[in-house]
């Protein structure tokens, strides 16, 4: 095998290491041990951070974190080891830094998380656009963020002088052997792939200064089920995913009142998500009564996990036009009044466009 297609090259930028040293000095067995309890801990932890202030019952959690482990992603990512685990632990710690006020620990924190850049940018995206959307307020946030991202960078290159290149060439070796393609490239021609992507980005960037001061956790989860689809579907990857659900799950009134289709897309998600996790249990529990049964039928979970960011986006997606007419419709009247009043009459509210018109 060449090196261009060994897939055991490092495929991680060189300041990742800076952040799981601490394990690099255990023996393999300790070290896999303590990664293993630390991602349980992690995962707990997380849910904590992402769940509404209403929904962090003890009960709740418990619930929460019961569903979120025994899930499909979260039990690969456990037994692989997956460093997902822990940037998506950062992730979170982040965002409730920056909900609660702590700009400069999530600053901090954030820049960490770029150990995993793709994995991080559907959570920094948002909280990116929110502090300049706030610069005056919020600025730390960014400043300690570009801080801590460049002590990494000079940090690395002390370290391996000249690594950026070599990184980038590996990126693309990683591309080639790993046969992973977007679902958002499964379902397009190749040539829409890239404008989509930036009709996508456009969007999570919109949603985010929108929802920034009303519902923050809506822009993050809206952008991390939008990168799903435009990433490499990795099932582990799927961690990413929990602030979406969370979210659909604690907004569940408020989706169902808004529609019927919304409703559907809402029952499609629930269905989907609530398959993968029923099958993959089942599956466990007949493998070990009868060793081997599981093999067969493995791809009724993998299936349930593939088609699941679809409706949970497109149920968020429903959810953000509906906000964004809400937006246009506070900001519409009072201009329409203004004009109306110089032109010599008042519009009144019904004369603007409502959702479902």
Known sequence: MSREDNPSRYAYPVYFAFVFFPLAVLPFQAAQRIALAAGIAATTVSLFFWLPEVKRSRLYLCIATLFAVASYPVMLAFQLRQPTIMIAALLACTFFCMRSGHLLA??????????????????????????LAEWR???????????????????????VPGWIPHWVGTLEAYARYTGANPPLLDALPRCLYLPVCGLLVAAIIRVSLNSRLRDPLFAVAFSTAAFELMLPFQIYNELLLLPATLWILAHKDEIQNKGQIRGLLWWSSLALLGAGWTSQVALTVGDLAFPGSGVKLWQVPLTAIWLYPWPLFLTLGACAATSAIAFADDHAQPFLTSAGTWLGFTPSKSAIPQDGA
Do not use: C, D, Q, Y
């Open 106 to 131: 999530a600053g901090v924190l954030a820049g960490l998380t770029l150990a995993k850049p793709h994995i991080a940018a559907p959570v920094l995206l948002p909280l990116v656009m929110w502090s």
């Open 137 to 159: 307020t919020k600025k730390s946030f960014l400043l300690s963020l570009v801080a801590t991202f460049t002590g990494l960078l000079a940090a690395a290159e002390a370290a």
